[in-house]
C-alpha cells in the first residue's frame, strides 16, 4: 500500500474505513474546539498537540479519538479552562497543583519546571495532583529529551484495573515512560501502560465495531470476557468488568509484576503527590474532580559522565541488540520507540489515517459547538 521506505506500526485499517488527514490540519481544527468551548488559545494548542503527537506516533488509543471525553470533561466541570497552577517546592524537587486544568496543560507546566531544576541540580523531580488525563506518558519524557536529558513521565488513572489475584476495577492503567537521548534519531523511548492493555485500545476497538479477543478482560466473577467491544467496554464503565494487569490472569505468566508496577505508580503519583489513587480517582467524565496525579524527572548525563561518551556506549548498545540473531517469525529487531518514530515520520508524509467513525464524530462536535468548518481530507480512501 505504501512506498518501501514509509512505516505505521499499527496493522493498517481496511482503506475503505479511514480517511488520510493532514498532522497540521487534524492540530489546528482540535485546538479550535477547545478555544470554542473557553480555552486559552496556548491551551488549546497544547492538548491537540499531545492528542494529534499520538496519532502521529500510531497510538491511536489516545490520539483524537480522545477528544469527546475532555469535551465531556469541560461541559461536566472537571477540567477548569482558567486553571491556577501553582508550584511548590525546594532545590531538585517540588508539587505542582494542577487546579483541575487539562492534564496536558499542567504536565507541560510540571516538565518545563523539572528542566528548570535539572539545569540547576543535574536532577529535577516534579509530582503533580489536582489534574486530569493527560495523554501520553512518552510526549513529556521527550520533553527531556530535546534538552538532552534523559526523561521520565508517569501517571495514575481512574481505576479500570484488577489488582493480581483479584476481580473487579481496582487500579488505573498508570502507564509508565522512559526518554533517552542516543547519537541519531530516533530516541529511545519505553511509554507503556502496566495493565495488558490501555483502555483507549478498547475503545478503538469498539469505535471500529471490532471485536475484542480474548485474555485482556475479566467480569466479577472471574470469567474471561471478548467479543463484542462495545458491550466490554460498557461493562467496564458499569464495574462489571475490569481490564488484567501486564501479564494476564494470575501469577504464571507476570500479572503480580503488572499490578506491582501500578501499585508504585500509584504510590508515587497518587500519595506521594497529595493526589487521589487507586478507586479514589475519577473519571473525566463524572459527578467528583478526578485529582490525577503525575510523576515527572529528568537527569541530567553530565552530571555522570561526559555525554559524548554516554551517546558512544548507547551506541553501541544499540548496535549489538540489532546485530542479535533475529527470531525466524519476526519482521525486525526494534529498539524501543523506533516504530513510532518510523510511523511518525511516515504520517507527517503522507497523512494520519483517521477511521471514518472518528472523522464523523469531531464534525459532529465542531458542529455542535458551531465551528463552521468541516475537517479537511488529504487523502480520502
Not at 92 to 118: C, H, N, P, S, Y
Not at 255 to 277: E, N, P, T, Y
Not at 304 to 326: D, T, V
Request: overall charge neutral.
Amino acid at each position: 500500500m505504501f512506498l518501501l521506505e514509509f512505516y505505521e506500526r499499527e496493522p493498517p485499517i481496511p482503506p475503505e474505513e479511514y480517511l488520510r488527514i493532514d498532522s497540521f490540519e487534524l492540530k489546528s481544527f482540535v485546538s479550535n474546539i477547545y478555544h470554542s468551548l473557553g480555552a486559552s488559545e496556548f491551551d488549546a494548542d497544547i492538548v491537540a498537540e499531545v492528542l494529534v503527537t499520538a496519532d502521529l506516533f500510531g497510538i491511536s488509543s489516545h490520539g483524537v479519538q480522545r477528544v469527546s471525553r475532555y469535551v465531556g470533561g469541560i461541559k461536566c466541570g472537571n477540567i477548569n479552562l482558567k486553571p491556577n497552577i501553582k508550584f511548590y517546592g525546594r532545590g531538585a524537587v517540588g508539587v505542582v497543583d494542577g487546579d483541575r486544568g487539562f492534564g496536558q496543560v499542567v504536565g507541560v507546566k510540571a516538565m518545563e519546571i523539572v528542566l528548570e531544576k535539572v539545569r540547576d541540580y543535574g536532577v529535577g523531580v516534579v509530582l503533580a495532583r489536582n489534574s486530569n488525563h493527560y495523554g501520553i506518558a512518552g510526549y513529556y519524557a521527550l520533553k527531556a529529551v530535546e534538552h538532552g536529558y534523559i526523561g521520565f513521565s508517569s501517571t495514575n488513572s481512574d481505576k479500570l484495573v484488577s489488582y493480581v489475584n483479584t476481580v473487579g476495577r481496582f487500579l488505573g492503567t498508570n502507564p509508565i515512560a522512559i526518554a533517552i537521548p542516543t547519537p541519531n534519531p530516533p530516541p529511545i523511548l519505553f511509554d507503556a501502560a502496566t495493565s495488558i492493555i490501555p483502555v483507549g485500545k478498547i475503545e478503538v476497538y469498539s469505535k471500529l465495531g471490532r471485536e475484542l479477543p480474548p485474555g485482556f478482560v475479566i467480569d466479577t466473577d472471574g470469567n474471561v470476557l471478548f467479543g463484542d467491544a462495545k458491550k466490554i467496554l460498557n461493562q467496564l464503565r458499569e464495574g462489571k468488568a475490569s481490564i488484567l494487569p501486564l501479564g494476564g490472569l494470575g501469577e504464571e505468566y507476570g500479572g503480580h509484576k503488572g499490578s506491582g508496577f501500578a501499585f508504585i505508580v500509584d504510590i508515587l503519583c497518587g500519595v506521594l503527590s497529595g493526589a487521589a489513587w487507586s478507586f479514589h480517582v475519577g473519571y473525566t467524565i463524572g459527578d467528583k474532580p478526578s485529582n490525577v496525579g503525575h510523576a515527572f524527572m529528568a537527569w541530567d548525563i553530565e552530571s555522570f559522565m561526559p555525554k559524548q561518551e554516554f551517546l558512544s556506549r548507547i551506541e553501541q548498545y544499540i548496535n549489538e541488540i540489532k546485530s542479535l540473531k533475529k527470531h525466524p517469525k519476526a519482521d525486525a529487531i526494534w529498539i524501543p520507540g523506533e516504530k513510532a518514530w518510523k510511523t511518525m515520520q511516515t504520517r507527517l508524509k503522507i497523512g494520519i489515517p483517521i477511521h471514518r467513525n472518528v472523522y464523523d464524530e469531531l464534525n459532529k462536535i465542531a458542529f455542535e459547538i458551531g465551528l463552521k468548518r468541516e475537517l479537511k481530507i488529504l487523502i480520502k480512501r
